[in-house]
């Protein structure tokens, strides 16, 4: 009743009513004529009767009495069902400055932010040099499948190509009316053999943590727990965080790449 009442008839498209109005807000027949529910049937969804409801309903209800996502989430825990994956934002809403500081903060371990597709929208210095992350390096999957020097670096890399195939499948299912997601793997599969294989056993396993291992060309061996978290406010972002994994002298390596000295042979590095 009181989202009813903070919409107007002219947000709605209605005519005020002029003094035969006595409140601001929409009628109970308003909203069900607009949200194309009986009028009974609203009554009783307000009280909170014993009915029979529908996502798409209550979606509809959501429309006309313009409901936040967390409004409308909890919509469908009062209704008794189980609440939506939340409507993701803009794909190109801009990551907010705070966002970029948690990624730069995490140095000098790897963290990165990625969109829906896996495209790399902020990263800090220590993922450009553990994972070879740049400018032309715009989306992580298909920097995986054909960047050759990832390739060399990784160890494991033929055997964890599937799981990472399978955590994007997972992520796509997600957005199942989302024509990027075929778009990217549809061009991936013809650029690289060995996507269209694995990307063909329709494997899926959710994104969580994982162990990564890198062979990097100055300090040898490292080892990371990789960790997906997403973003309540921005569903349509996920952090990337990577933490040595314990009882490995990877946190040292990792301090030492952040160091003058470490920066300088990676400069080297990439001139040379």
């Keep these: 009743m009181s989202r009813r009442a903070r919409v107007t008839p002219a947000e709605a498209g209605l ?4 003094a035969r109005r006595r409140t601001p807000g929409l009628r109970r027949e308003e909203v069900a004529v607009l949200a194309g529910v009986g009028v009974s049937w609203y009554q009783w969804l ?5 009915i029979t409801v529908s996502g798409q309903v209550l979606d509809s209800v959501s429309r006309v ?6 409004e409308r989430h909890h919509l469908y825990v009062l209704a008794g069902l189980n609440p939506p994956l939340q409507r993701p934002g803009p794909v190109t809403a801009p990551v907010a ?12 371990f790897p963290a990165n932010i990625i969109d829906r597709y896996w495209n790399n929208i902020v990263f800090n210095e220590a993922a450009a040099t553990v994972f070879d992350f740049n400018e032309q390096c715009r989306n992580c999957l298909v920097s995986y499948f054909t960047n050759p020097l990832y390739r060399v670096w990784h160890l494991g890399w033929a055997e964890d190509a599937a799981l990472v195939a399978a955590e994007f499948r997972a992520a796509a299912a997600e957005y199942p009316e ?6 990217i ?4 599969a013809e650029a690289c053999p060995q996507f269209a294989e694995v990307w063909a056993r329709g494997d899926v396993r959710s994104p ?9 060309p100055l300090v040898g061996e490292l080892s990371f727990e990789s960790t ?16 040595p994994t314990p009882e490995t002298d990877t946190a040292q390596k990792l301090e030492w790449l952040a160091s003058s000295e470490g920066r300088q042979a990676s400069l080297r590095l990439v001139a040379g």
């Design 185 to 188: 793997t549809g061009e991936l």
């Design 178 to 183: 989302d024509e990027g997601f075929r778009a």
């Design 208 to 216: 969580g943590q994982r162990t990564k291992w890198i062979q990097h």
């Design 97 to 108: 400055e705070g966002l970029a500081r948690i990624i730069d903060s995490w140095m000098p």
């Design 46 to 50: 307000e009280q909170g009767r014993d």
């Design 65 to 70: 009495l313009k409901l936040d996502e967390p």
């Design 15 to 18: 005519p005020d009513g002029g």
């Design 228 to 243: 997906h978290l997403k973003l309540p406010q921005r569903p349509d972002l996920t952090f990337v965080l990577h933490n």
